[in-house]
């Protein structure tokens, strides 16, 4: 509910399920909010709580000071904001995912249009949004941030990262990476369990009981930025054997191979590049851009 006080009114572009959660605790907050999306339908129960769908996204923008982008890519940007004539005296917060180099042209594409800009990377599910617990990721224009931080803070906590407007993807893909690839890899320890006879209920209070990655995140963290890869306590060629029993196990047990094979093959490289007897630590030098 609004506490009385005036809000600062905001442009939401983007009905997705993030851009719905974006638009309702605006709403809730008491901020004018002026709303667009390619499917009008989308809109009906933002416009029954007090939003206003606007015909086209040049109205929309011209609704607002501030303009939040949810859309599914950077691409979509530029399809959407190119009919818009001007964006002169406009501020635009894309909080769509991307890449860092995205990023940092669309602030040039932003900027060569008269506006300032402001990249998000958002680190909640739809059902977070509103809550302090979770945050994003910004990076940009700070004095955007400074001027629409009431707005911002709506949505989540606030982490701004820094002048290049690459830096909040850059953060958000980094976590995303590790999130998705983790989220993988217990999908397949469920199909092995499952393969083995072991129901799902058993195996899973084992895989986070025996899982807790911060020590290990923490002293493998250490051991690259100190560039020593000694295997005092573990050599690849122990992990490399490690992994291709799982290899193994899951094409006995009929279990997709594709994931674990992929590791294999990343610790087969380092023992044909002879660091068989460094740390696990050691395969960041074959993650690395290569140096010309």
Same mark, same amino acid.
């Not at 509910?1 to 572009?13: E, Q, Y």
């Not at 047990?253 to 590791?263: F, H, I, K, Y």
């Given at each position: 509910?609004?506490?009385?006080?005036?809000?600062?009114?905001?442009?939401?572009?983007?009905?997705?399920?993030?851009?719905?959660?974006?638009?309702?605790?605006?709403?809730?907050?008491?901020?004018?909010?002026?709303?667009?999306?390619?499917?009008?339908? #989308?809109?009906?129960?933002?416009?029954?709580?007090?939003?206003?769908?606007?015909?086209?996204?040049?109205?929309?923008?011209?609704?607002?000071?501030?303009?939040?982008?949810?859309?599914? $890519?950077?691409?979509?940007?530029?399809?959407?904001?190119?009919?818009?004539?001007?964006?002169?005296?406009?501020?635009?917060?894309?909080?769509?995912?991307?890449?860092?180099?995205?990023?940092?042209?669309?602030?040039?594409?932003?900027?060569?249009?008269?506006?300032?800009?402001?990249?998000?990377?958002?680190?909640?599910?739809?059902?977070?949004?509103?809550?302090?617990?979770?945050?994003?990721?910004?990076?940009?224009?700070?004095?955007?941030? $400074?001027?629409? #931080?009431?707005?911002?803070?709506?949505?989540?906590?606030?982490?701004?990262?820094?002048?290049?407007?690459?830096?909040?993807?850059?953060?958000?893909?980094?976590?995303?990476?590790?999130?998705?690839?983790?989220?993988?890899?217990?999908?397949?320890?469920?199909?092995?369990?499952?393969?083995?006879?072991?129901?799902?209920?058993?195996?899973?209070?084992?895989?986070?009981?025996?899982?807790?990655?911060?020590?290990?995140?923490?002293?493998?963290?250490?051991?690259?930025?100190?560039?020593?890869?000694?295997?005092?306590?573990?050599?690849?060629?122990?992990?490399?054997?490690?992994? $291709?029993?799982?290899?193994?196990?899951?094409?006995?047990?009929?279990?997709?191979?594709?994931?674990?094979?992929?590791?294999?093959?990343?610790?087969?490289?380092?023992?044909?590049?002879?660091?068989?007897?460094?740390?696990?630590?050691?395969?960041?030098?074959?993650?690395?851009?290569?140096?010309?």
């Amino acid at each position: 509910m609004s506490d009385g006080s005036a809000k600062r009114a905001v442009t939401l572009i983007g009905l997705g399920p993030m851009g719905r959660a974006m638009g309702r605790v605006l709403l809730a907050a008491g901020h004018p909010v002026t709303v667009w999306g390619r499917t009008r339908s #989308r809109a009906d129960g933002l416009v029954a709580e007090g939003a206003a769908f606007a015909g086209s996204p040049a109205e929309a923008v011209a609704a607002a000071e501030v303009v939040l982008l949810s859309l599914t $890519d950077y691409p979509a940007m530029y399809d959407v904001l190119k009919g818009v004539p001007s964006l002169e005296g406009k501020a635009v917060v894309n909080l769509s995912s991307g890449t860092p180099a995205e990023a940092r042209e669309g602030a040039e594409w932003v900027a060569g249009r008269g506006g300032r800009f402001l990249s998000g990377g958002v680190m909640s599910p739809p059902p977070g949004i509103g809550s302090a617990e979770m945050s994003t990721f910004y990076s940009g224009d700070e004095a955007v941030l $400074d001027r629409f #931080r009431d707005v911002l803070e709506v949505l989540t906590s606030v982490d701004y990262r820094g002048a290049d407007p690459g830096l909040s993807q850059a953060y958000y893909q980094v976590q995303i990476g590790l999130f998705w690839t983790t989220m993988t890899g217990f999908l397949h320890a469920l199909a092995l369990a499952e393969a083995e006879g072991i129901p799902v209920g058993t195996i899973t209070p084992y895989l986070i009981g025996a899982n807790d990655m911060a020590a290990f995140f923490e002293g493998t963290s250490r051991q690259v930025a100190e560039g020593d890869f000694a295997g005092d306590e573990d050599r690849l060629a122990m992990g490399a054997a490690s992994i $291709d029993h799982v290899v193994q196990a899951s094409r006995a047990a009929g279990v997709d191979t594709a994931l674990p094979a992929a590791v294999s093959a990343l610790f087969r490289r380092g023992l044909d590049a002879g660091l068989q007897d460094d740390g696990f630590a050691t395969l960041i030098t074959l993650l690395r851009p290569a140096r010309g």
